[in-house]
């Protein structure tokens, strides 16, 4: 079973810096089968980034993803008020078929 | 607009059980896999079951396999989770998500499980 870890916890940033989340896998991952997706209080997880890096419907493109084999990147070029959030990679495995996620980095407000 | 709601979450006591369901809207139901996963309070996402377009491949999570049933009603639009012998650590928010092969592109707003004496 493939375990992601991510790092840092806890990203403490103000609006405009850059953000760099990181995504490591315990195993090789094909870039086809990572995705990150970002999570707000009270709310269902949204889809970010498929693929490693292709951005989903309507995704700003100051968030892009990158990586392959077993490190992973999102970044947000240029934090906007609302990107401050949890933030989730996720790898799907396909034997037997499974999904499995990361623990998350909190983006906060500096 | 895709569309999914979740209902059927509450208050069970341990060792009960419950049937979540999933109302679906906005896209043809009947061509997309179909996921639960669930989100215990303040901890991170956990993927829990899958089915697939047509019911053929079912697949759980080993936290919940024997104790969790998938199943879906392509004529109604909906999906549904049948959680028996349910413990406190099943407590959660639970998340029905439209599968596009390897990542979920579509979630619902999820409805709570509570699991306690």
């Known amino acids: 079973e493939i375990v992601l870890t991510q790092s840092p916890g806890t990203l403490s940033l103000s609006p405009g810096e850059r953000a760099t989340l990181s995504c490591r896998a315990s195993?090789?991952?094909?870039?086809?089968?990572l995705a990150w997706y970002q999570q707000k209080p009270g709310q269902a997880p949204r889809l970010l980034i498929y693929?490693?890096?292709s951005r989903a419907t309507g995704i700003p493109d100051r968030f892009s993803g990158s990586g392959s084999g077993t490190d992973f990147t999102l970044t947000i070029s240029r934090l906007e008020p609302e990107d401050f959030a949890v933030y989730y990679c996720?790898?799907?495995?396909?034997?037997?078929?499974?999904?499995?996620f990361g623990p998350g980095t909190k983006v906060d407000i500096k | 607009e895709v569309q999914l709601v979740e209902s059927g979450g509450g208050l069970v006591k341990p060792g009960g059980s419950l049937r979540l369901s999933c109302a679906a809207s906005?896209?043809?139901?009947?061509?997309?896999?179909m996921n639960w996963v669930r989100q215990a309070p303040g901890k991170g996402l956990e993927w829990v079951s899958s089915?697939?377009?047509?019911?053929?491949?079912?697949y759980y999570a080993d936290s919940v396999k024997g104790r969790f049933t998938i199943s879906r009603d392509n004529a109604k639009n909906s999906l549904y989770l049948q959680m028996n012998s349910l413990r406190a650590e099943d407590t959660a928010v639970y998340y029905c998500?439209?599968?596009?092969?390897?990542?979920?592109?579509?979630w619902g707003q999820g409805t709570l499980v509570t699991v306690s004496s």
């Open positions: 998500a439209r599968d596009l092969l390897v990542h979920f592109d579509y």
């Open positions: 906005g896209f043809t139901f009947s061509s997309y896999s």
């Open positions: 693929g490693a890096s």
């Open positions: 996720q790898q799907y495995g396909s034997s037997p078929p499974s999904f499995t």
């Open positions: 089915i697939s377009s047509s019911s053929s491949y079912i």
């Open positions: 195993q090789s991952v094909s870039s086809s089968y």
